[in-house]
């Protein structure tokens, strides 16, 4: 098992499933919510738009938020939330910036330009790739849903997946707002990591990506809240109510 599965199975194995989004480009801020939450969650998502150009320039917010998180808790999973989606000379240029030196632990990939492109994210085997299959946003099915060869496209998108997954490192993203298609994912990746967007602002049912979403040890989710968490009045009380919830649902799945 690689340090991507490692970091994650440890928390799950904690009752810890819950990821904050730091979609906030201020290092104090996600300082001040890291402190507030470290103790609860499985993993951080610092999403790179709201940061430097350049996602590992030194002391930038993002990589002071970075560091801080890998000095302070190591065990808790960094994902870098990107969506990098070029050529692949482009996409190794990417690879040696986001985790030679950057660092963090996994990133979001788009698939759009096929398995040729994504291989220098595939082939690092000691980090997380996760590849967007069913987005959270309204919009999604306009590609997502288009009929190829008599099944909708993200699902021909989970099973090459499933394909490209031979140094157990992938993972998928479904977003909160598609229950029933993430029921479908599941089936198809079998016990593959599921990161799930969606859960607040955009009103994704916790209880349902439980019903749907748990693999075969009840575990496999990455439930990621952020505008909810890092900019509630009391980020530490929204989390732990977030994680409380989990725990009742947990004990009745």
């Known amino acids: 098992m690689n340090q991507f599965l490692n970091k994650l199975k440890a928390k799950w194995d904690e009752g810890k499933f819950v990821c904050v989004g730091l979609d906030q480009g201020d290092f104090e801020s996600n300082q001040s919510v890291i402190d507030a939450t470290f103790d609860l969650v499985c993993s951080y998502k610092p999403n790179a738009a709201f940061y430097s150009v350049s996602y590992a320039y030194k002391e930038s917010e993002l990589d002071k938020t970075v560091s801080y998180i890998k000095d302070n808790h190591p065990d808790i999973l960094i994902i870098l939330d990107a969506k990098l989606g070029d050529v692949s000379h482009t996409n190794e240029a990417y690879v040696k910036e986001i985790f030679d030196t950057l660092g963090v632990d996994a990133v979001t990939v788009n698939p759009y330009l096929g398995k040729e492109a994504l291989q220098p994210f595939l082939d690092r085997a000691d980090k997380g790739i996760l590849i967007l299959v069913k987005t959270s946003n309204p919009g999604a099915g306009e590609f997502q849903d288009l009929q190829i060869s008599g099944k909708p496209l993200y699902q021909?998108?989970?099973?090459?997946?499933v394909s490209w997954n031979t140094n157990n490192n992938l993972a998928v993203v479904v977003g909160a707002t598609y229950p029933e298609e993430l029921a479908i994912v599941r089936k198809i990746i079998g016990d593959m990591p599921i990161l799930v967007p969606g859960i607040g602002e955009?009103?994704?049912?916790?209880?349902?990506?439980?019903?749907?979403?748990?693999?075969?040890?009840?575990?496999?989710?990455?439930?990621?809240?952020?505008?909810?968490?890092?900019?509630?009045?009391?980020?530490?009380?929204?989390?732990?109510?977030?994680?409380?919830?989990?725990q009742e649902i947990l004990a009745h799945v």
């Open 156 to 161: 021909v998108v989970a099973e090459h997946v």
């Open 202 to 246: 955009q009103g994704g049912n916790l209880e349902d990506i439980f019903k749907n979403g748990l693999n075969s040890q009840k575990q496999g989710l990455i439930i990621n809240s952020s505008r909810g968490i890092i900019f509630a009045p009391n980020p530490r009380e929204v989390t732990q109510a977030l994680h409380s919830k989990i």
